[in-house]
Every structure is written in structure tokens, then in C-alpha cells.
């Protein structure tokens, strides 16, 4: 049963009064919204299309930037196009360790340093890294100028990160952030990702899970099946799905598992989701397929739809949208490394 724009107004409520730390100037409770700050299709004038995806996501009276693009310079444009004050945040999800989903991080923290950002926890990853010194094996015999650390190295060893002055903290399994949002931490069994770790973030609402994927590397069946371990209800999932180079029936099988077996409410793909695959899901979806292109604005509530951006007839990609969209992956990551491991089967 769909609840009433009051529950919404309600569960904002709720979470600002529950202790959390809140930018000074929130977003209206009333208005929970996602933000698409960065992809390569888009409708609105003015913005910079690149490969590479980044979204505002207000809701519950939090403002979470999840992922920065590919660029500082374009992520900086778009967001201040669009009216995005990144300097106002709760916090920062870094979805994975990819370029076209990191590459803004200089942006980011230039107007907003000491942001709370969350990230996979990964072996010696860019996001920094920390092991105890026990791990490596000892020899007491050795002279002190011949041991590491003279023989006396700290408890735990800390490795540095690409951006060592950041406020970053590593996650490494599911875990509830802030009342009602959860980082679901997964990590990919695909050849061309194989141990890639990825963040994925799913918010309670009183509509059910809002779930905002980066590229879906470990699967969209092994992310929906730990979102729905919180919420058996999944009412949005906007976001890249990574089915670029994925053959007919892969994509028929996501297609059944989100519409039919799952029963999602209502899709809003971008990024890596791939024109095929925009185009089963709308006609699987119809008018619960959300345009969510470059500088759309998507309303949250019971009935999301688009209140920017994503104006216009029902249509998975425009003729321009198509031409840019194939332009840019063509010169990306996503393109090259799937496209080899088509070929080579």
C-alpha cells in the first residue's frame, strides 16, 4: 500500500531529530530528491556530458553526494549549473575505485575538505589501507638495521591514500551509516572486475528501499538480494548498471529479475546501463521507467518522477542522446576492458 507525501515529511523529520550530524542549510524533508550531477546523456542545456557518474542525494534532511565523475573541472560546472553546493554535505560515498567514478575527488574536497566520505576497503587500495604488523613473518636474529622498523613496528601499519588529507573511512561489509541508510559492500566475481569492491547504497523510506548503485560490478542480483536482507520492498534503483557490451539474454534476465521476480517500483538507469538495456527496461517498465539523464532532477516520494531534466516524451535515449552517449563510452574504461572480454569469447 503506497503511504502519503506526510510520511515522507514525517521520516525527514524523524532522521534530522535523531541526533546525526546535518549540514547547517538541509534540503527541504519535504522534497527528497536524487540530483544527476555527471553522465554522458543528458537533456539539459548548458551541462558538460562525460563518461562517468555522480548523483545528489537528498533525502530524510541529509544531503550525500555518491560518487564524483570523472573530472573536477566538469564536476565543478555541473554541479554549480545546477545549483549543487557540494561545500554542503553530510557525507560523501565513493562507490569504487574506478576513474570515472573518483576523478571529481579534487573538486570535492577544494570546497569541502573536511567531508565525511565513505569507500571500499580494499588491499592497498587508493582509498588508504591498514594492516596489523603481524602479518608478515619475523626474524629475530637479524640485526635491528636489517629489521623493519628497527625490529618495533607500530601495532598497526597504516598505508597512505591518494588523498591523504581526506576524512575517508574504509568499509568492508554492509553497515548502517546513519539512521536508515546503509552502505552494502559487495564485492566482483566478473572476469574483467574480478575482487573489485564496490559500495552500493540503499535508504529506508516509508515507500521502501531507495537504492543507488555506482556500476554494479558484483552483480545487480547479489545487490538487490542484500537490500531486500533490509527491506524486502525495493521501490527505486537509479544508477549504472554495467550491461554495455551484455548479450540479449543477459539483459533479459535482469530485466526479469527487477520487474518480475523482484517487483521494483519504479528504474531510473544511467551510466554504464547501456542503450540495449535502456531500452528493455522501459518497455518493461513503461511510465515506472524515470529518464534520468544529466541534470534530471528525480522527486522522491510515492510516485517518483522527474521534476528537471527529464521533461519530454518517454523515451530511454533521444537521437542526441544516443550519438553522445556511444561517443563517450567509446573513449571509456567500461568500453574497452568488456568489449576485449566479448571478443574473446
Avoid at 62 to 79: E, W, Y
Wanted: hydrophobic share 45%; aromatic share 8%.
Amino acid at each position: 500500500m503506497k503511504t502519503s507525501a506526510f510520511a515522507w515529511v514525517l521520516f525527514g523529520a524523524l532522521l534530522t531529530a535523531s541526533g546525526t550530524a546535518l549540514c547547517q542549510a538541509s534540503t527541504d524533508a519535504s522534497q527528497p530528491r536524487i540530483t544527476v550531477l555527471y553522465d554522458a546523456f543528458g537533456r539539459t542545456a548548458g551541462l558538460q556530458k562525460d563518461w562517468g557518474y555522480s548523483a545528489l542525494v537528498e533525502v530524510g534532511g541529509r544531503r550525500i553526494l555518491f560518487d564524483t565523475g570523472d573530472n573536477p573541472d566538469i564536476l565543478a560546472a555541473n554541479a554549480k549549473k545546477l545549483g549543487a553546493d557540494l561545500s554542503r554535505l553530510d557525507f560523501a560515498v565513493l562507490s569504487h575505485r574506478h576513474g570515472d567514478h573518483m576523478g571529481g575527488m579534487e573538486y570535492l574536497l577544494s570546497v569541502n575538505p573536511n567531508v565525511k566520505i565513505y569507500a571500499p576497503k580494499e588491499n592497498f587500495g587508493v582509498y588508504g589501507f591498514s594492516l596489523p604488523s603481524k602479518f608478515y613473518r619475523k626474524n629475530e636474529t637479524l640485526p635491528p638495521s636489517m629489521r623493519y622498523y628497527d625490529g618495533k613496528p607500530p601495532e598497526t601499519m597504516v598505508f597512505g591514500s591518494a588523498w591523504p588529507r581526506a576524512n575517508i573511512e574504509l568499509i568492508d561489509q554492509t553497515k548502517e551509516i546513519a539512521p536508515g541508510v546503509h552502505l552494502i559492500a559487495l564485492v566482483s566475481e566478473k572476469p574483467t572486475t574480478l575482487e573489485l569492491k564496490e559500495l552500493s547504497m540503499a535508504i529506508r523510506t516509508p515507500d521502501g528501499i531507495v537504492l543507488v548503485v555506482g556500476c554494479a560490478h558484483p552483480g545487480l542480483d547479489k545487490i538487490v538480494a542484500a537490500a531486500q536482507a533490509i527491506d524486502p520492498h525495493i521501490h527505486l534503483i537509479a544508477g549504472g548498471f554495467h550491461m554495455v557490451v551484455a548479450p540479449d539474454a543477459a539483459i533479459a534476465d535482469a530485466v526479469a529479475l527487477l520487474h518480475d521476480a523482484v517487483k521494483v517500483d519504479y528504474i531510473a538507469p544511467g551510466h554504464c546501463t547501456g542503450e540495449p538495456t535502456f531500452a528493455a527496461l522501459l518497455q518493461s517498465f513503461g511510465d515506472r521507467y524515470l529518464y534520468a539523464g544529466l541534470g534530471t532532477v528525480i522527486a522522491l516520494g510515492p510516485q517518483p518522477h522527474p521534476i528537471a531534466g527529464g521533461a519530454g516524451p518517454s523515451v530511454a535515449l533521444d537521437a542526441i542522446d544516443r550519438l553522445e552517449y556511444r561517443r563517450l563510452l567509446a573513449q571509456s574504461d567500461d568500453a574497452r576492458s568488456d568489449s576485449a572480454l566479448a571478443l574473446a569469447r
